[in-house]
Nanobody, 129 residues
Framework: QVQLEESGGGLVQAGGSLRLSCAAS??????????MGWFRQAPGKERESVAT???????????GYADSVKGRFTTSRDNAKNTVYLKMNSLKPEDTAVYYC?????????????????WGQGTQVTVSS
C-alpha cells in the first residue's frame, strides 16, 4: 500500500507563490519507479490535472503541465526523500482549489484522473484578489 501526504497549502495573495510537497511512503513502494501527478479540484468543478512528472530512470525526468499553469508552475521530485514538489508562482484567484498529489504505477505520466492508483488527502490553496 502507498500513502501520500500533501503539505504546503495556505492562503496567499494574487501574484504570490507557494510550494506544495507530497511525501510518499509504503513498505514495498519504490518511489523512483512511479510517475507522479498533481491535480486540483475547485468547488463545483471536476478534478483536473495540473502537472505530471515521469519516473526517474532516464537522463532527467519528463514533466508536463496544463495550459492554464504552464510557465507559472514547476514540478520536481527528490527520490532520496520520496517527495514530489509543486512550486506555484504568479498565483491567480482561479488557482484556488484543493490540490492533490497522485502516484501512478507506471513510469510514464498521463493527465487522466482515472490513470492514477494512489491519492493523497489534498491540501487547500486559496488565492485572494
Amino acid at each position: 500500500q502507498v500513502q501520500l501526504e500533501e503539505s504546503g497549502g495556505g492562503l496567499v495573495q494574487a501574484g504570490g507563490s507557494l510550494r506544495l510537497s507530497c511525501a510518499a511512503s509504503g513498505r514495498t513502494f519504490r518511489f523512483r519507479d512511479y510517475a507522479m501527478g498533481w491535480f486540483r479540484q475547485a468547488p463545483g468543478k471536476e478534478r483536473e490535472s495540473v502537472a505530471t512528472i515521469s519516473w526517474s530512470g532516464w537522463s532527467g525526468e519528463i514533466t508536463g503541465y496544463a495550459d492554464s499553469v504552464k510557465g507559472r508552475f514547476t514540478t520536481s521530485r527528490d527520490n532520496a526523500k520520496n517527495t514530489v514538489y509543486l512550486k506555484m508562482n504568479s498565483l491567480k484567484p482561479e488557482d484556488t482549489a484543493v490540490y492533490y498529489c497522485a502516484a501512478k504505477d507506471s513510469r510514464i505520466p498521463t493527465m487522466g484522473v482515472n490513470d492514477y492508483d494512489y491519492w493523497g488527502q489534498g491540501t487547500q490553496v486559496t488565492v485572494s484578489s
